[in-house]
Structures are given as structure tokens and as C-alpha cells.
């Protein structure tokens, strides 16, 4: 029987068990969240949204590929049959870690412990002008936003006689050449060569040009040279347009101004370029790394803090094989969720608590159909092999047979008839909508 509490504190059930708060339903959070699953302890997981979205598969998203509600998963409905898990929806607004007490905008809570896996947003790295006209993809709004604005362009590139201008919404720019970037421009190659012809049959597909921007002299830099190679040689025999070295300085919404002051015109410009942690309220500044990430140490704890950790892409562990933190990936967080949830059991006991060192179980990174790249171990790979492992890999890794079955079933679909998902403007992209939603 539930029982709700008094006061400013969020109603929850009663318990004499300790409370662990988990702040984000991400891979990490998620993970641990299974690991401690009718144990003799409290869950209660906090997220802004009711659902787990499975990011890697935004692009598909984004480029008409698959639905939202196929990579989207209700956290309730997946916590459903964990006895000793409690969800709210809320957004966090502050830590009083002396206290031990979260304050968020539905009300307080108090925890014994507390896990900060709040993952990552896009990093602009103070490019404003960027920020106000492009889009990032990290969630599921933005793909959706981005699919509408592609669409939207597209639409007006039909019926403006402007040639200056119909180039220009026919242009588009994705800045950062890492997995989805990369993932990105293959996706949108595609939607080149197979979609536009049909739905767009006013359009000489000729005409639509995909620029692959990025700072550095490779793509998919944390994988091997030989998968950068490959990622290049697949993706300009695609049409891509690749810019190596090209860092973009500025974007009024047309002109993408490069430091080889090298002026592109695009109405659609998509930013992928880089990534930094979402840190709540409270944390000391001393504990914030690079990239706007929380140091913590083999435990995963926040340093000064017996009670605090965080896990996933906000989580900084700084050693000598990873002087920077390790990669902000899926499997990083995954596997940090479960070593901290089996540390919090054993500490529960008394026992010995165990360091976490990451497996990395490899990279892949497809590239448009029947291509993808791929690093495991010594194995270094691209090709319809790498895109068949990759797609086993996405596939396996999505949460809930239903979403599993709908991701199956668009991609076959895709396979033998070169067709996309239904290509909707069901809500019109506006710049000045999202504007005014983020200042609130």
C-alpha cells in the first residue's frame, strides 16, 4: 500500500529499506536498475521524461528510417515487475548533499545513496549563432525536429524559383565526423538516391548536396585508421561531400562560415560535432572535468562524497590508459551500471567492494546498406559483414519485443524495397518554437 508523505516530499511508498536515487533512465541508469531488481533495497528513479529512448539508432529517426515509438521505451511499463522500484517524473533541480536530499520541481526526496546518471547533451562549445540555427541529436525531440525540417526544406525547394535559394534548402551540412555524423550522412545519402526521386519527382536529385564537416584530419576518430578509411572511401562513392581539417566558425542560417573561410550555403545544418555532461545543481565546481563531467574515482564516487556516484557519460573516472575519462558510449555506461549496482549490494553486506575496469567489446558504425565498419580487437573490418553485425548488435540491444519487432520489421522492409518509413510533417519544425521551450 502506498503511502504518501507530507510536506514538500515526493509521495512515495513506504520502506524501511535503503533508498537508492537514480537520476536518469539512460543505458546507465537502466542498467543498474536491473542489477538491483527485488534487492533488499528502495529504487527510485527520477527522469524528465516517462520513457528510455535508444540513442543509437536517433539517426534513423532523424532521416526518416524508422518511427519515434520504435527506439522509445515507457520506463514504467519496463519497471513494471520490479517490486521494489519506484518511478516519478520530475526534473531535478538541485543536490543538498549534506543533507542527503534531492530537490526537484515535484518536490524533495531524501537517499542513502545516490546515482547521478544524467548522460549527456550537445556540446556547441559556445558557438551561439551555431546553436540558435542548427539542430543537435541527442534526444528524441530533435530527431523529430530534424526529420520536420528536412521535410519542410524540401517542400519549399518544390515550389520556391528562387535557384539560389533552392540550392540552399537542397543543402545539407552535418558537422562532426564521428558515428553519428557519419551514420548521418550515409542515412541521408540514401534518402538521396532512393526517396527523393519518388517523392520529390519536381527535384533533379543532382541537386541536393551532403557535406561531411569535421575539425580533425579523420572520421570516426576513436576507431581504427583502417575504419576511418573505409568510413571515407563508402561514404564519397555514396555522393557525400567530406571537409577534413574544416572547423566551422559560424551559421546565420544560411552561410556556414570555416576557418578556410570556405562560405556553404544550407538551410539544414546538423550538429553532431561534439558532447558534454549534464550536471545538476550542487555538484562542486572542484569535481568538474573537461567536457563538463564529474570526477569519480574506480567506485565510480563522486571524490568527497561517501555517498555519491555517477556513472555513464557524466562520469569522469581519470586514469592512466584514460587520462581523459573513458568514452562516452553506450557500453561504458552499461557496464559501469552494473558494477555499481553489485558495489552497493556488497557494501550492504559488508563486503569488499570491486574497482571497475571497462571491456571494450569493440566499435561498429554503419554507413548507409550492406555497409558498415568495424573494430573488434585485432579485427578490423568493413563492408556487408560489419552491417549484418551491426544491425544483430542495434537489434538485440533495444529494449522491449515490440520495439524490437517494429525496428525488425522497418528495416526489412527498407532491405527489399529501397523505401523509408512514412516521410510525415506532423509537427512543423520552428526555430523560434524550440527557442522559446528551452528558455522555459
Not at 546553436?131 to 543537435?136: I, K, L, R
Not at 528536412?150 to 528562387?162: M, P, R, W
Amino acid at each position: 500500500m502506498q503511502a504518501c508523505r507530507t510536506g514538500d516530499e515526493i509521495c512515495l511508498p513506504d520502506s524501511n529499506l535503503p533508498r537508492v536515487v537514480v537520476i536518469g533512465g539512460g543505458f546507465a541508469g537502466i542498467s543498474l536498475v536491473k542489477k538491483l531488481k527485488n534487492k533488499p533495497v528502495q529504487v527510485v528513479v527520477l527522469d524528465k521524461n516517462n520513457f528510455h529512448q535508444f540513442q543509437p539508432l536517433l539517426y534513423q529517426v532523424a532521416t526518416s528510417g524508422i518511427e519515434p515509438d520504435s527506439i522509445v521505451f515507457p520506463l514504467r511499463k519496463l519497471f513494471k515487475r520490479y517490486k521494489n522500484v519506484v518511478f516519478r517524473m520530475a526534473i531535478v533541480n538541485e543536490i543538498q548533499s549534506e543533507e542527503n536530499t534531492i530537490i526537484t520541481d515535484i518536490g524533495a526526496v531524501e537517499y542513502d545513496y545516490l546515482v547521478i546518471a544524467t548522460g549527456s547533451d550537445t556540446n556547441f562549445f559556445g558557438l551561439k549563432d551555431v546553436q540558435q540555427h542548427s539542430v543537435g541529436m541527442k534526444t528524441i525531440q530533435e530527431a523529430l525536429d530534424i526529420r520536420s525540417l528536412i521535410l519542410q526544406n524540401l517542400e519549399k525547394a518544390v515550389v520556391t524559383c528562387d535557384e539560389a535559394e533552392r540550392n540552399a534548402l537542397t543543402n545539407f551540412a552535418i558537422i562532426g565526423g564521428g558515428p553519428a555524423g557519419v551514420e548521418t550522412a550515409g542515412a541521408m545519402a540514401e534518402f538521396k538516391k532512393y526517396i527523393l526521386p519518388k517523392d520529390y519527382p519536381e527535384l533533379d536529385a543532382s541537386m541536393m548536396s551532403i557535406y561531411l564537416i569535421e575539425a580533425g584530419d579523420e572520421l570516426l576518430k576513436a576507431m581504427s585508421d583502417k575504419s576511418s578509411e573505409n568510413a571515407i572511401k563508402f561514404l564519397s562513392k555514396m555522393g557525400v561531400e567530406i571537409q577534413l581539417n574544416t572547423v566551422v566558425q559560424s551559421y546565420d542560417g544560411l552561410y556556414i562560415k570555416t576557418d578556410k573561410e570556405v562560405l556553404l550555403q544550407a538551410r539544414t545544418v546538423i550538429w553532431t560535432a561534439g558532447v558534454k555532461g549534464n550536471i545538476p545543481t550542487g555538484i562542486r565546481k572542484e569535481n568538474i572535468a573537461r567536457g563538463n563531467r564529474i570526477l569519480v574515482d574506480s567506485y565510480c564516487r563522486i571524490k568527497g562524497h561517501k555517498n555519491i556516484y555517477a556513472i555513464g557519460d557524466i562520469a569522469a573516472m581519470v586514469s592512466d590508459h584514460y587520462p581523459s575519462g573513458h568514452p562516452m558510449v553506450a557500453q561504458v555506461a552499461i557496464q559501469q551500471g552494473k558494477q555499481l549496482a553489485n558495489n552497493i549490494l556488497l557494501q550492504l553486506q559488508g563486503k569488499e567492494r570491486k574497482a571497475f575496469t571497462y571491456k571494450d567489446k569493440g566499435s561498429l558504425a554503419t554507413i548507409g546498406k550492406r555497409k558498415a565498419v568495424a573494430d573488434l580487437g585485432k579485427l578490423r573490418f568493413g563492408g556487408y559483414f560489419a552491417w549484418l553485425l551491426w544491425s544483430v548488435v542495434h537489434l538485440l540491444s533495444i529494449s522491449g519485443f515490440r520495439n524490437k519487432l517494429l525496428v525488425a520489421m522497418n528495416w526489412a522492409w527498407s532491405y527489399f524495397t529501397y523505401d523509408k518509413g512514412n516521410r510525415l510533417i506532423i509537427r512543423k519544425y520552428s526555430r523560434k518554437k524550440i527557442l522559446e521551450y528551452e528558455e522555459h
